[in-house]
């Protein structure tokens, strides 16, 4: 046999704190390892060629990748393999970074835990055979979990290129929190105008089903083929089949009451910006109103556990403040920053045109706001003159950021996506595949996976469904043959397997008093494997000779 | 005098945060953020700057980046206990804690002093059975203006059949200011002494009588499996349950003053309002600055042993004219160091300051 060893750096990530030069030093001198190296990123394209290279020119027979978890990347390299004229199934990935290099810095003990992981490959990788993939046919159709900006998007994107979308809404009406704002930066529209533009479409399409008052109950199968079902309008039942997901959740406005030296429901004059949005002409100002508008609430702040900037408050406050001049000409309104953050084009300067229409803007986190009688004190440090300072005002305007969705907790249990530390869906590499999610065929948009502008958000979502359209397009997809296997002879038909299949897999043959498994059934959990009494329950791909060698190769003494 | 940063001093984004809800920056010259960016430098510091700090612990509560800024003063002030360079009267305080477990040097046997005033049998915790501490600060110990708060609680446990016993003259200083001051070492040794006597008397629970105290029981003497708790909880849980019955009325305006070591940095503020809302006739107000915004008496942190520098209007003197002008009759407080600095403001405009169990006791029925 041939193995060719590959360690990556992964940059900083793993050479920080394993010895990769040592790792590859090390494998160089294994009898049949024809070709040991290491690579600062072994997933980009020149990483990819010395890959391919060395496969052609050893005629290498076994590949092993010591790099990231095999949840990451695992298509890009089989696709590699394919691509160097080898079987992919006789790729072994070690993971030296999640499990290795993430774990502790101590640069010793990493390097030798990350010996015996890679010894545990290439003991085990002898028995990876050159399975086929199965092909399955891809249902040509979309779920989109959520109706705001971003799962609008997506939905219209998909129904145009000839997906059948099925888009459900938690709430009575689809539009989310775009449809509450009176004025969108920097469209100069009112979401309900934008919104409304895109719902148009969707019900004008014969491929699309809207379903509000929606919930998502189950969701089962795999890329092409998933099951959902969904109940609708509180109770109403529905089952469908889709070939793949969109989760576009969005975000839950920051919650004010978290933070109670900032008043928030102890007086009228003390509001969020969203509240303004809504209602400005609600509110009592007198003639020449004194409004200060706070910063980064709910953002940037450990306190709450949550240490991300929300990115959208900065702009907000800019525009509130000019909502608000633009009503109230001799308006005094001052605004209380920690970092101005206009980030998104043609923000710096509309930020300049706010200072130069007379809004002033005063750094330090505001720290307490006391509504008294005669107006609203707040008190903070002007930190660039290093004074305390109390100023009295008439409303006080608190710039929220954005919270993760509460619903996302039970959808990542129901999709089986992580969330991240925030409670915000996780990216599959936040660089690389910022759509992706680390499931194939779900995929996210908009501020489901961390705060964005409307014009991101809307981005997000037609990217998300231009990658699911490659996929669902091509009509079919490649499916792990990892399938479970009953060797007749050994099985005595207790059953037991039967009992705890869960795609309902395993069909018993009375007449020959053994089980069978259902290939295109089976998901290949394993459950059946382990419970099996007589050991005839085989995983492809895991068998026990597998499982043993690769404690070997833990086990082994350096 | 050159400090070096030992807290999470590099992640401070300078937002001011700190200083803004400081009770004492900008009214002293104290500016907390300041001192921590000049703690990230190594650079100068003033030495008296530090110890405007009352240690109500609003900064560190608040810090967007937990920075913990009232610890590194503590840390910055143990650079100076190390060298000897403090104020007389706080060596003094510390000298004393060190011989009489407590920071006025008064004698150890006459720690249960108030004992004798309760009028009811007390016990020492060896005798009793259930086990429940009850705790005094050195301020309810020594200070005679305060022997009342352990005497009417003892009564209230006794007549409701509470049992209770206290450690008498076994019994010192919890620490909690004394780390505050800065004096790890000293600090350390008076939580191994509490402990061994925890230990010994084989204590399952802490009725503390000072948010000091329970403060650092809580937080800082790392004991899981003690009970630590405040009598105001205590108390409440009494009146809920019908133990304790309140049977007169008090026909007065009363403003509840929230205690930085209850309220702000232990979330206690319902319990002392629940109890005076309970009570017939009793008028709560509120003043404008109140729970997680209330305004630190200015009794903690080693403010109680040390005069500072500069002359400015007392939080205290500000609180009580507030209250003045709500109309307030009495300012209620749950903690020994709100009732001595408050009651030195409060006489001269005629208000009087209670500590919540003074007015239980009144209204019993
Ligand atoms: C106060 C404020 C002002 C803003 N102003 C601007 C601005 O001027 N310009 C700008 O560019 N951006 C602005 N934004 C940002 C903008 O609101 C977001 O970019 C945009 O709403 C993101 O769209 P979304 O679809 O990702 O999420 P959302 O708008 O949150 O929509 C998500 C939708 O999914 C639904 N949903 C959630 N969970 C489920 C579930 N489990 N099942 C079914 N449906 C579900 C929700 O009900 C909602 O309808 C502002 C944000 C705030 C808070
Ligand atoms: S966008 Fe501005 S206001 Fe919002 S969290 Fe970031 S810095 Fe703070
Ligand atoms: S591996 Fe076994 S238990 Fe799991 S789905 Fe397949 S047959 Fe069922
Ligand atoms: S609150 Fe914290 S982050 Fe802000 S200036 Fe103070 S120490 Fe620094
Ligand atoms: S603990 Fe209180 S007094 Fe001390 S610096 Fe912090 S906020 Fe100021």
Same mark, same amino acid.
């Given at each position: 046999?041939?193995?060719?060893?590959?360690?990556?750096?992964?940059?900083?990530?793993?050479?920080?704190?394993?010895?990769?030069?040592?790792?590859?030093?090390?494998?160089?001198?294994?009898?049949?390892?024809?070709?040991?190296?290491?690579?600062?990123?072994?997933?980009?394209?020149?990483?990819?060629?010395?890959?391919?290279?060395?496969?052609?020119?050893?005629?290498?027979?076994?590949?092993?990748?010591?790099?990231?978890?095999?949840?990451?990347?695992?298509?890009?390299?089989?696709?590699?393999?394919?691509?160097?004229?080898?079987?992919?199934?006789?790729?072994?990935?070690?993971?030296? #970074?999640?499990?290795?290099?993430?774990?502790?810095?101590?640069?010793?003990?990493?390097?030798?835990?990350?010996?015996?992981?890679?010894?545990?490959?290439?003991?085990?990788?002898?028995?990876?055979?050159?399975?086929?993939?199965?092909?399955?046919?891809?249902?040509?159709?979309?779920?989109?979990?959520?109706?705001?900006?971003?799962?609008?998007?997506?939905?219209?994107?998909?129904?145009?290129?000839?997906?059948?979308?099925?888009?459900?809404?938690?709430?009575?009406?689809?539009?989310?929190?775009?449809?509450?704002?009176?004025?969108?930066?920097?469209?100069?529209?009112?979401?309900?105008?934008?919104?409304?533009? @895109?719902?148009?479409?969707?019900?004008?399409?014969?491929?699309?089903?809207?379903?509000?008052?929606?919930?998502?109950?189950?969701?089962?199968?795999?890329?092409?083929?998933?099951?959902?079902?969904?109940?609708?309008?509180?109770?109403?039942?529905?089952?469908?089949?889709?070939?793949?997901?969109?989760?576009?959740?969005?975000?839950?406005?920051?919650?004010?009451?978290?933070?109670?030296?900032?008043?928030?429901?102890?007086?009228?004059?003390?509001?969020?910006?969203?509240?303004?949005?809504?209602?400005?002409?609600?509110?009592?100002?007198?003639?020449?109103?004194?409004?200060?508008?706070?910063?980064?609430?709910?953002?940037?702040?450990?306190?709450?556990?949550?240490?991300?900037?929300?990115?959208?408050?900065?702009?907000?406050?800019?525009?509130?403040?000019?909502?608000?001049?633009?009503?109230?000409?001799?308006?005094?309104?001052?605004?209380?920053?920690?970092?101005?953050?206009?980030?998104?084009?043609?923000?710096?300067?509309?930020?300049?045109?706010?200072?130069?229409?007379?809004?002033?803007?005063?750094?330090?986190?505001?720290?307490?706001?006391?509504?008294?009688?005669?107006?609203?004190?707040? %008190?903070?440090?002007?930190?660039?003159?290093?004074?305390?300072?109390?100023?009295?005002?008439?409303?006080?305007?608190?710039?929220?950021?954005?919270?993760?969705?509460?619903?996302?907790? %039970?959808?990542?249990?129901?999709?089986?996506?992580?969330?991240?530390?925030?409670?915000?869906?996780?990216?599959?590499?936040?660089?690389?595949?910022?759509?992706?999610?680390?499931?194939?065929?779900?995929?996210?948009?908009?501020?489901?996976?961390?705060?964005?502008?409307?014009?991101?958000?809307?981005?997000?979502?037609?990217?998300?469904?231009?990658?699911?359209?490659?996929?669902?397009?091509?009509?079919?997809?490649?499916?792990?043959?990892?399938?479970?296997?009953?060797?007749?002879?050994?099985?005595?038909?207790?059953?037991?397997?039967?009992?705890?299949?869960?795609?309902?897999?395993?069909?018993?043959?009375?007449?020959?008093?053994?089980?069978?498994?259902?290939?295109?059934?089976?998901?290949?959990?394993?459950?059946?494997?382990?419970?099996?009494?007589?050991?005839?329950?085989?995983?492809?791909?895991?068998?026990?000779?597998?499982?043993?060698?690769?404690?070997?190769?833990?086990?082994?003494?350096? | 005098?050159?400090?070096?940063?030992?807290?999470?001093?590099?992640?401070?984004?300078?937002?001011?945060?700190?200083?803004?809800?400081?009770?004492?920056?900008?009214?002293?010259?104290?500016?907390?953020?300041?001192?921590?960016?000049?703690?990230?430098?190594?650079?100068?510091?003033?030495?008296?700057?530090?110890?405007?700090?009352?240690?109500?612990?609003?900064?560190?509560?608040?810090?967007?980046?937990?920075?913990?800024?009232?610890?590194?003063?503590?840390?910055?002030?143990?650079?100076?206990?190390?060298?000897?360079?403090?104020?007389?009267?706080?060596?003094?305080?510390?000298?004393?804690?060190?011989?009489?477990?407590?920071?006025?040097? %008064?004698?150890?046997?006459?720690?249960?002093?108030?004992?004798?005033?309760?009028?009811?049998?007390?016990?020492?915790?060896?005798?009793?059975?259930?086990?429940?501490?009850?705790?005094?600060?050195?301020?309810?110990?020594?200070?005679?203006?305060?022997?009342?708060?352990?005497?009417?609680?003892?009564?209230?446990?006794?007549?409701?059949?509470?049992?209770?016993?206290?450690?008498?003259?076994?019994?010192?200083?919890?620490?909690?200011?004394?780390? #505050?001051?800065?004096?790890?070492?000293?600090?350390?040794?008076?939580?191994?002494?509490?402990?061994?006597?925890?230990?010994?008397?084989?204590?399952?629970?802490?009725?503390?009588?000072?948010?000091?105290?329970?403060?650092?029981?809580?937080? $800082?003497?790392?004991?899981?499996?003690?009970?630590?708790?405040?009598?105001?909880?205590?108390?409440?849980?009494?009146?809920?349950?019908?133990?304790?019955?309140?049977?007169?009325?008090?026909?007065?305006?009363?403003?509840?003053?929230?205690?930085?070591? @209850?309220?702000?940095?232990?979330?206690?503020?319902? $319990?002392? #309002?629940?109890?005076?809302?309970?009570?017939?006739?009793?008028?709560?107000?509120?003043?404008?600055?109140?729970?997680?915004?209330?305004?630190?008496?200015?009794?903690?942190?080693? #403010?109680?042993?040390?005069?500072?520098?500069?002359?400015?209007?007392?939080?205290?003197?500000? %609180?009580?004219?507030?209250?003045?002008?709500?109309?307030?009759?009495?300012?209620?407080?749950?903690?020994?160091?709100?009732?001595?600095?408050?009651?030195?403001?409060?006489?001269?405009?005629?208000?009087?300051?209670?500590?919540?169990?003074?007015?239980?006791?009144?209204?019993?029925?």
């Amino acid at each position: 046999m041939k193995t060719g060893i590959f360690i990556c750096h992964c940059g900083h990530n793993i050479k920080h704190t394993v010895d990769v030069k040592e790792l590859s030093e090390y494998f160089k001198e294994i009898p049949n390892v024809y070709v040991a190296t290491d690579y600062a990123f072994v997933c980009s394209e020149p990483g990819q060629e010395i890959i391919k290279e060395s496969i052609e020119k050893f005629e290498l027979d076994r590949v092993i990748i010591a790099s990231c978890t095999p949840s990451l990347h695992g298509e890009l390299f089989k696709d590699l393999l394919k691509k160097s004229g080898l079987n992919p199934f006789l790729l072994r990935r070690v993971s030296i #970074r999640e499990h290795c290099s993430w774990t502790g810095d101590d640069l010793k003990k990493n390097t030798e835990k990350a010996k015996k992981l890679i010894l545990a490959g290439l003991f085990s990788v002898v028995h990876n055979l050159p399975f086929e993939e199965k092909v399955v046919e891809v249902d040509k159709s979309a779920l989109v979990i959520g109706g705001g900006i971003s799962g609008l998007s997506a939905a219209c994107f998909l129904s145009k290129m000839g997906i059948r979308v099925y888009l459900i809404e938690k709430e009575k009406e689809l539009g989310g929190h775009v449809k509450r704002l009176n004025n969108v930066w920097p469209y100069e529209k009112t979401g309900k105008e934008i919104v409304e533009s @895109l719902v148009s479409e969707l019900v004008k399409a014969d491929n699309v089903q809207i379903y509000t008052g929606a919930r998502l109950e189950l969701l089962e199968g795999y890329f092409g083929n998933y099951n959902v079902k969904i109940t609708a309008d509180g109770e109403r039942e529905m089952n469908f089949k889709v070939g793949g997901v969109i989760v576009a959740t969005g975000f839950e406005p920051f919650d004010p009451y978290l933070k109670p030296e900032l008043g928030y429901g102890r007086d009228r004059r003390i509001v969020t910006t969203l509240e303004i949005e809504e209602k400005l002409n609600e509110v009592v100002l007198p003639e020449k109103p004194r409004v200060a508008i706070l910063h980064c609430v709910g953002s940037r702040d450990e306190t709450l556990g949550k240490s991300y900037c929300s990115r959208i408050c900065c702009i907000n406050a800019l525009k509130v403040a000019r909502m608000i001049k633009e009503g109230y000409e001799n308006a005094y309104i001052e605004c209380f920053y920690m970092d101005v953050r206009a980030h998104p084009k043609g923000g710096e300067e509309f930020y300049e045109e706010t200072q130069v229409k007379g809004v002033f803007f005063t750094r330090g986190n505001v720290a307490e706001v006391v509504p008294l009688s005669r107006c609203v004190l707040i %008190r903070g440090e002007d930190t660039l003159l290093g004074e305390v300072f109390e100023k009295e005002f008439d409303l006080v305007v608190l710039s929220i950021g954005m919270s993760s969705q509460s619903e996302n907790k %039970r959808l990542s249990q129901l999709l089986k996506v992580s969330l991240d530390k925030d409670g915000f869906f996780m990216e599959a590499h936040i660089k690389l595949r910022p759509f992706d999610t680390a499931v194939k065929g779900i995929f996210i948009a908009g501020c489901c996976s961390g705060p964005k502008d409307v014009e991101e958000s809307i981005n997000h979502g037609k990217a998300s469904a231009l990658k699911l359209f490659g996929m669902l397009n091509k009509g079919y997809a490649y499916v792990e043959p990892f399938v479970a296997d009953v060797t007749e002879k050994r099985c005595s038909g207790c059953r037991m397997c039967e009992s705890v299949c869960v795609a309902n897999a395993i069909k018993y043959d009375a007449r020959k008093r053994v089980v069978k498994v259902e290939e295109a059934q089976c998901m290949g959990c394993g459950l059946c494997n382990a419970t099996c009494p007589s050991s005839a329950v085989t995983l492809l791909g895991y068998s026990d000779m597998i499982l043993m060698d690769e404690i070997s190769g833990l086990l082994a003494r350096l | 005098m050159e400090f070096t940063n030992t807290t999470k001093v590099f992640t401070c984004i300078q937002c001011g945060k700190c200083t803004g809800g400081c009770p004492e920056s900008g009214r002293t010259p104290l500016n907390v953020r300041l001192i921590v960016r000049k703690n990230q430098f190594g650079a100068q510091v003033k030495n008296s700057h530090l110890w405007y700090c009352t240690s109500c612990g609003t900064c560190t509560v608040r810090c967007p980046r937990d920075v913990k800024p009232s610890e590194v003063i503590f840390d910055m002030r143990s650079t100076l206990v190390e060298s000897g360079d403090i104020s007389t009267s706080i060596q003094k305080a510390l000298e004393n804690t060190f011989l009489q477990k407590n920071p006025w040097g %008064r004698a150890r046997s006459k720690r249960a002093e108030w004992a004798e005033k309760s009028g009811v049998a007390i016990k020492h915790i060896s005798d009793t059975l259930e086990k429940r501490l009850l705790l005094s600060c050195c301020v309810h110990a020594y200070d005679p203006r305060c022997h009342v708060i352990p005497v009417n609680i003892s009564k209230l446990l006794t007549y409701s059949g509470i049992e209770f016993g206290i450690l008498g003259e076994e019994e010192c200083c919890c620490g909690n200011e004394i780390r #505050r001051i800065g004096e790890k070492g000293l600090f350390e040794e008076l939580r191994e002494e509490n402990i061994s006597n925890f230990n010994r008397y084989d204590v399952r629970e802490i009725l503390t009588l000072s948010p000091h105290c329970m403060n650092t029981l809580k937080k $800082e003497y790392n004991l899981p499996k003690l009970k630590v708790y405040h009598y105001t909880q205590l108390l409440w849980d009494m009146i809920r349950e019908g133990v304790v019955k309140i049977g007169k009325d008090y026909k007065k305006r009363v403003a509840y003053h929230d205690p930085c070591f @209850l309220g702000k940095q232990n979330g206690i503020f319902e $319990e002392p #309002r629940y109890i005076l809302k309970s009570i017939e006739g009793l008028e709560l107000l509120e003043f404008s600055r109140s729970r997680e915004n209330s305004l630190c008496c200015e009794g903690g942190g080693g #403010r109680m042993f040390y005069e500072v520098e500069v002359q400015y209007e007392r939080n205290a003197k500000i %609180r009580v004219e507030e209250a003045y002008e709500l109309g307030v009759q009495t300012i209620v407080v749950s903690c020994p160091f709100c009732l001595m600095t408050l009651e030195e403001q409060a006489v001269e405009k005629g208000i009087e300051v209670k500590d919540i169990s003074e007015i239980l006791v009144e209204v019993l029925e």
